[in-house]
């Protein structure tokens, strides 16, 4: 009998635990623990979301006070030890999102319970924290307003570490080891866990890290604002709110007092950016792994195959559209130099060119610019610090396909941006869904799908993925392949970074240095 043949049960899942309160623009206020006597609480609704821009995803109710977090628990025997930590951080650009999105339920920890390896139990706990205006407002207002906490915005980042201090305080209460968590997930959750391992106060919170897809990847400077950077926009939201005032108490009072309709519109259309505001986020993270400020932590960093479907949406891209398509993706001044590099002026809008077409060429270069490029930066990054024993025993990335139709329930069989969330989770459904599909698994999707998840499970429990996995070194770089046809095999890492790199340098040089 196979691991996977005996399954855990869940004993209790425990909904609607608030961990924090949530004033506007303000730190979180951590809350007590909310443990019931004999395991008596049973909920009948999630907390609620927090406030966003509705879109076609099925959310819960939503208001302000939203720091709400859910733990899934196995069946344990009494005598049974305490578990390891899987702490889930939703994706959504830090603009929308929720721990209790779609039908069905897409982050559901019960299936990782389920389905996890016989001899690995694991408490998996998911959280919602503060998203939009709600989490990166940046003024000078509100820098001034309290000396013990001399700055603003990344609120985000500051629930996150609210309700990590809640799973320390609380978590063995429910069977789970406080000293023994791995935080996951996916887009802009993926670039969130690599962010907590360098802002202020968030060391012995958490042991292993695993980023799925980390759009606004932690090794590219455009993902992030300096302090002007952020005064700035946040200053054109006030005058779009007609807020402005020459007085600190009324200007706050007015954005306070604003509707959360209102705000989110002036908001919009807006990405959401972590800052680097040499405070609680003091260093960008590659600059604060070589300078020793980031936190000694286990490092599993990847993407799909597919993160864009450029092929399927301009099939018949040609030179002059991709070269417009490369300067919106690296700037006009670099776009030249790009397409050059990539060999972009050969390329064709045939569809059966392959390795020449101008879509696929432009689905590579992006894969690079958004991942690849990034992940390897801050891996060597890790190794120059720390050299190879610390690589061989923490750094590791992947590549992943999941093209079967079901459970990913999308019009193109590729494994593109969020694809992998429902073989994650072990849940038919995706990330958007509002209603349920006739949709089942079959077995080989389910062997994959546990593949994964034991992957993950044992990174939890053991500090490191499954011993076959390579670890990363930058002579012979290589990733982990997971595919539900050819199965879980290491594979040369084959791309040229040097031009990213180039960008990048002169990237941080310009924003995290030449500014007042």
């Not at 389920?114 to 924290?129: E, G, K, L, M, R």
């Not at 300096?226 to 946040?234: E, G, K």
Request: net charge negative; charged share 15%; with cysteine.
């Amino acid at each position: 009998m196979s691991s996977h043949d005996i399954q855990w049960n869940v004993d209790f899942v425990v909904f609607r635990i608030q961990y924090a309160k949530a004033d506007r623009w303000k730190p979180p206020i951590d809350l007590a623990s909310e443990m019931f006597p004999n395991h008596s609480f049973h909920a009948t609704s999630f907390g609620p979301c927090c406030p966003q821009i509705k879109s076609g995803a099925y959310f819960n109710e939503s208001n302000e006070q939203c720091l709400y977090l859910n733990i899934y628990r196995p069946i344990l025997p009494s005598n049974h030890s305490l578990v390891p930590v899987l702490f889930w951080i939703h994706g959504g650009a830090h603009n929308h999102g929720c721990s209790t999105q779609s039908i069905p339920l897409i982050f559901n920890g019960t299936n990782i319970i389920n389905h996890a390896p016989s001899d690995q139990p694991v408490v998996v706990v998911t959280i919602n924290y503060r998203l939009g205006p709600f989490a990166d407002m940046f003024l000078r207002e509100l820098i001034d307003e309290n000396p013990q906490w001399p700055t603003a915005g990344n609120y985000m980042y500051l629930d996150m570490l609210s309700a990590l201090r809640w799973v320390k305080k609380n978590i063995g209460d429910y069977g789970g080891d406080a000293n023994n968590v791995t935080i996951f997930g996916q887009s802009a959750g993926g670039l969130s866990v690599t962010d907590l391992g360098a802002v202020r106060d968030s060391e012995g919170l958490f042991k292993a890290t695993i980023s799925q897809s980390g759009l606004g990847s932690p090794g590219t400077y455009s993902s992030y604002y300096n302090m002007s950077q952020a005064l700035d926009y946040s200053n054109t939201v006030v005058r779009r709110l007609n807020c402005t005032n020459e007085d600190k108490q009324k200007l706050l009072s007015c954005m306070r007092n604003i509707s959360i309709d209102k705000l989110l519109v002036a908001y919009n259309p807006h990405y959401t950016r972590p800052i680097i505001d040499n405070y609680f986020f003091p260093l960008y993270p590659p600059l604060a792994i070589q300078n020793g400020k980031y936190n000694n932590v286990t490092l599993i960093m990847g993407h799909n195959d597919y993160e864009k479907t450029t092929c399927m949406d301009e099939p018949d891209m040609n030179y002059k559209q991709a070269l417009a398509s490369l300067a919106a993706l690296v700037g006009h001044e670099w776009a030249p130099i790009a397409a050059d590099f990539y060999h972009l002026t050969n390329c064709s809008a045939d569809r059966t060119s392959n390795t020449t077409r101008c879509c696929d060429i432009m689905r590579l270069i992006t894969l690079d610019k958004m991942f690849d490029c990034d992940i390897r930066r801050i891996f060597n990054a890790f190794y120059s610090k720390y050299g190879p024993e610390y690589a061989r025993n923490k750094l590791f990335s992947y590549h992943l396909n999941c093209y079967p139709e079901c459970p990913i329930v999308q019009p193109f069989r590729v494994c593109r941006h969020s694809s992998e969330l429902p073989f994650v989770f072990g849940t038919v459904g995706d990330c958007d869904s509002d209603k349920l599909f006739n949709c089942t698994w079959d077995n080989s999707t389910r062997v994959f799908s546990n593949g994964i998840i034991a992957n993950w499970v044992n990174t939890a429990t053991n500090g490191r993925p499954l011993l076959d996995w390579p670890s990363y070194d930058p002579t012979t770089p290589k990733y982990y392949h997971m595919t539900p046809d050819q199965g879980f095999i290491g594979e040369i890492w084959h791309r040229n970074c040097s031009f990213f790199d180039m960008i990048e340098t002169e990237g941080i040089r310009q924003t995290f240095f030449s500014f007042e």
